[in-house]
Every structure is written in C-alpha cells, then in structure tokens.
C-alpha cells in the first residue's frame, strides 16, 4: 500500500464517524434483502420502501416542529434489462428530469466510486415550498444491478445535511 493511500484512508477513517454527531455515533442498516448495509445517524429513521426497487428509505427527524420537509436518503435497484452503460442510463434519466420536474437545473455532473464500483454523482437544483431542493443522485452498476442511491434537502439546510448524506453514501457496503 503506498504512503498516499495509507494516509488518505487514515483521514477518511476519522473524518466520517464525525459527521453522525457528537462522538461519531453511527447505526447500521441492512437492506431487508441483505444486498447492501450503510451507516447513518442514530435519529434518522429506516422507513417502509414506498416505491417498486426501494431497498432503503432513511428519513431525517427534522430541524423543528414545524419543519415539513423530511429530508432522506434512499436507495433503489433495478435490474439490468439489457447491457448497461453508466453514461447512457445517467444522461436518459437527467433527460427525463429535465421533462418531468420544472425547473430542474442540474448544477454538477462528477464521476466517483460508492462502494468500491464507478460511479455517477449528479447533483441538482430545484424549486421546491418557495425555496430551492438540492437533489443527489449516485448512479452507479454492479453485477446485473443498477443501484440510484438519492437525497434531497433544502438548499438552507445544505450544511448540516451535506456532510451526513455524504457519510452515509461513503459508508455503503456490497454484500453477495
């Protein structure tokens, strides 16, 4: 392992357990099918899936009483139908966003790895309850399985938001 790498891991190790919160607490989840298991914050809630695919629903507590957006961070899979190219599924779906969602403006478009796999993280503006929903979407294939792992929160909450969803994403595990 090369002196690079091995500090890269060792800043990557000690960083993400802060990003749960006060001493870096962290809750597993494991999909109900056993494919996939992610860390996340121990006030943020596993849901029923409430959409075809979804093998993960986290949903935030909310910053007040009177906060009405939840802010989550799901996960759905598909099966390939066909053989699948990343760039082409990526651009398809960001093309029917465009059709579907007024004012979606996509604001990024960078390539990643979630889990060890190439990755797509498209991130995205949106009109949204009089102010702005920032969308992210991890597009990545493994095996016979397209995964989109997503999250939306409000544009004034991005900085408390960001670093947890990211946590989350970056703590994502494969399982056979």
Same mark, same amino acid.
Request: charged share 25%; hydrophobic share 40%.
């Given at each position: ?108 478009? *960078? ?6 796999? @190439?990755?797509?993280? $498209? &991130?995205?503006? /949106?009109?949204?309850?009089? +102010?702005?929903?920032?969308? *992210? ?6 095996? @016979?399985?397209?995964? $989109? &792992?997503?999250? /939306?929160?409000?544009?004034? +909450? ?19």
């Amino acid at each position: 392992m090369s002196i690079l790498r091995f500090f890269t891991m060792m800043l990557l190790a000690a960083a993400t357990p802060q990003a749960f919160g006060q001493g870096g607490d962290a809750v597993e989840f494991t999909s109900e099918d056993k494919s996939l298991s992610l860390k996340h914050p121990p006030d943020w809630t596993p849901s029923a899936p409430d959409r075809p695919g979804m093998i993960a629903n986290l949903i935030s507590p909310g910053d007040s009483e009177e906060d009405l957006f939840a802010e989550r961070l799901n996960v759905i899979v598909v099966e390939k139908q066909e053989e699948a190219d990343l760039d082409e599924l990526v651009d398809r779906v960001k093309d029917s966003f465009r059709v579907r969602l007024e004012g979606y403006k996509p604001t990024s478009d *960078t390539r990643t790895t979630v889990a060890g796999v @190439p990755a797509r993280k $498209i &991130v995205a503006h /949106t009109p949204a309850q009089g +102010t702005t929903a920032v969308s *992210t979407q991890w597009f990545f294939i493994a095996g @016979p399985r397209v995964y $989109i &792992v997503s999250s /939306t929160w409000l544009v004034e +909450t991005e900085e408390k938001y960001r670093p947890l969803v990211e946590a989350m994403v970056n703590s994502l595990t494969l399982k056979n």
